[in-house]
């Protein structure tokens, strides 16, 4: 019996790299060390490489040297998305191979962070996880601004730290405003930066969550939430990022460090490590599953949360592509193995449910 293939959808820098033998991001290694466990052939291929019409692909597939090599194969009937897509025809080649009975999962990996907040705020058991968030505009920032002490203005839409500033208040009239290692001073008259960040429809406007702190930096947590080989969700693992010093953004891309959960709470004697653990887990599962009912291709996402001093769970973002180099950095080794893993069980019980079907 031929081993089963599953695709792995990348984009051409990944790809790139895989045929250089340079990993960018993704740990190759990994997922073959997965596909062996699971009994499942791995092949990376980009959405070009697809050609519906003659049910074929051109693939990168491990030859008998131990080197990638161009294949022409039939196209997996299950495919793991990695890769980011924005064009609409992308979005349709997805869609017709989905329709040709393909089961892409983790089919589109950008969402609206305002979307994305407006669907847990349905359901009433999230919604004391949530800080206040609206679509950028200069009546919402009057309004939040006479509501919190402190906003953060980002991109409603992707970002890696990028284009977020942060509002703080400091008296009874006098705001800052920090951006790019900078603060300025303002009262009634709005500097030039929150003047173009809050006439930005792509931004959102978020009440800035009061974060737990190490060593005198914020921190939050990157934990990664996946369907396993069962078909049910899990959290494969939970890692800090935090900020460099002196900064608000705890974004590896901006200079933020990796820590364990263990090491953050070192500091936090009142915080009892499996309490803070297990509420964490509880509110990623519940989050994810009720995004998963307006997202049903939903598999793989890291949730970005963020600590209370009092060890309460603040959701910050989904992030529907975790590229998972969180976990190497923090030297967690086992558990960044384990997000490249679990996909692909989940992805061996898509195949064993399909033969169950036919």
Same mark, same amino acid.
């Given at each position: 019996?031929?081993?089963?293939?599953?695709?792995?959808?990348?984009?051409?820098?990944?790809?790139?790299?895989?045929?250089?033998?340079?990993?960018?991001?993704?740990?190759?290694?990994?997922?073959?060390?997965?596909?062996?466990?699971?009994?499942?052939?791995?092949?990376?291929?980009?959405?070009?490489?697809?050609?519906?019409?003659?049910?074929?692909?051109?693939?990168?597939?491990?030859?008998n040297k131990g080197k990638?090599?161009?294949?022409?194969?039939?196209?997996?009937?299950?495919?793991?998305?990695?890769?980011?897509?924005?064009?609409?025809?992308?979005?349709?080649?997805?869609?017709?191979?989905?329709?040709?009975?393909?089961?892409?999962?983790?089919?589109?990996?950008?969402?609206?962070?305002?979307?994305?907040?407006?669907?847990?705020?349905?359901?009433? +058991?999230? !919604?004391?996880?949530?800080?206040?968030? $609206?679509? &950028?505009?200069? #009546? /919402?920032?009057?309004?939040?601004?006479? =509501?919190?002490?402190?906003?953060?203005?980002?991109?409603?839409?992707?970002?890696?730290?990028?284009?977020?500033?942060?509002?703080?208040?400091?008296?009874?009239?006098?705001?800052?405003?920090?951006?790019?290692?900078?603060?300025?001073?303002?009262?009634?008259?709005?500097?030039?930066?929150?003047?173009?960040?809050?006439?930005?429809?792509?931004?959102?406007?978020?009440?800035?969550?009061?974060?737990?702190?190490?060593?005198?930096?914020?921190?939050?947590?990157?934990?990664?939430?996946?369907?396993?080989?069962?078909? +049910?969700? !899990?959290?494969?693992?939970?890692?800090? $990022?935090? &900020?460099?010093? #002196? /900064?608000?953004?705890?974004?590896?891309? =901006?200079?933020?460090?990796?820590?364990?959960?263990?090491?953050?709470?070192?500091?936090?004697?009142?915080?009892?490590?499996?309490?803070?653990?297990?509420?964490?887990?509880?509110?990623?599962?519940?989050?994810?599953?009720?995004?998963?009912?307006?997202?049903?291709?939903?598999?793989?996402?890291?949730?970005?949360?963020?600590?209370?001093?009092?060890?309460?769970?603040?959701?910050?973002?989904?992030?529907?592509?975790?590229?998972?180099?969180?976990f190497g950095k923090a030297?967690?080794?086992?558990?960044?193995?384990?997000?490249?893993?679990?996909?692909?069980?989940?992805?061996?019980?898509?195949?064993?449910?399909?033969?169950?079907?036919?």
């Open positions: 019996m031929n081993t089963p293939t599953v695709g792995i959808l990348v984009d051409g820098l990944i790809y790139s790299g895989i045929k250089t033998n340079v990993s960018y991001f993704e740990h190759i290694s990994f997922y073959e060390e997965a596909c062996i466990q699971f009994g499942l052939c791995p092949c990376f291929f980009r959405l070009k490489d697809i050609t519906i019409e003659t049910n074929q692909i051109n693939a990168l597939v491990k030859g990638y090599e161009m294949k022409k194969i039939a196209i997996p009937q299950i495919i793991h998305n990695r890769g980011l897509f924005f064009r609409n025809e992308s979005k349709l080649k997805i869609k017709n191979l989905q329709k040709s009975g393909v089961i892409i999962f983790n089919d589109w990996n950008r969402y609206g962070k305002l979307d994305v907040h407006n669907i847990l705020m349905k359901n009433e +058991e999230l !919604q004391s996880h949530l800080p206040e968030t $609206k679509r &950028a505009s200069s #009546g /919402n920032f009057i309004e939040m601004m006479e =509501k919190h002490k402190a906003l953060i203005i980002k991109p409603n839409s992707g970002s890696l730290g990028g284009g977020v500033v942060m509002v703080e208040k400091k008296d009874s009239e006098l705001w800052e405003v920090y951006y790019n290692q900078k603060r300025e001073a303002f009262a009634t008259e709005w500097p030039e930066i929150v003047r173009k960040k809050v006439s930005n429809k792509n931004y959102i406007i978020q009440e800035r969550i009061p974060l737990a702190e190490y060593q005198g930096s914020p921190f939050d947590l990157r934990v990664s939430v996946q369907k396993n080989g069962i078909g +049910e969700w !899990q959290v494969t693992g939970m890692v800090g $990022k935090v &900020a460099k010093i #002196g /900064n608000y953004v705890t974004n590896v891309a =901006k200079g933020g460090t990796c820590k364990t959960l263990t090491e953050l709470l070192n500091d936090f004697s009142d915080l009892d490590f499996n309490e803070v653990y297990y509420s964490i887990e509880d509110f990623s599962i519940k989050a994810v599953t009720e995004l998963n009912k307006y997202f049903p291709y939903l598999a793989d996402v890291g949730l970005d949360i963020g600590l209370t001093t009092e060890g309460f769970p603040m959701f910050i973002e989904c992030n529907g592509r975790d590229l998972r180099i969180t030297k967690m080794h086992e558990v960044w193995n384990a997000t490249y893993t679990t996909p692909i069980s989940y992805a061996r019980y898509l195949f064993d449910s399909k033969i169950d079907e036919e």
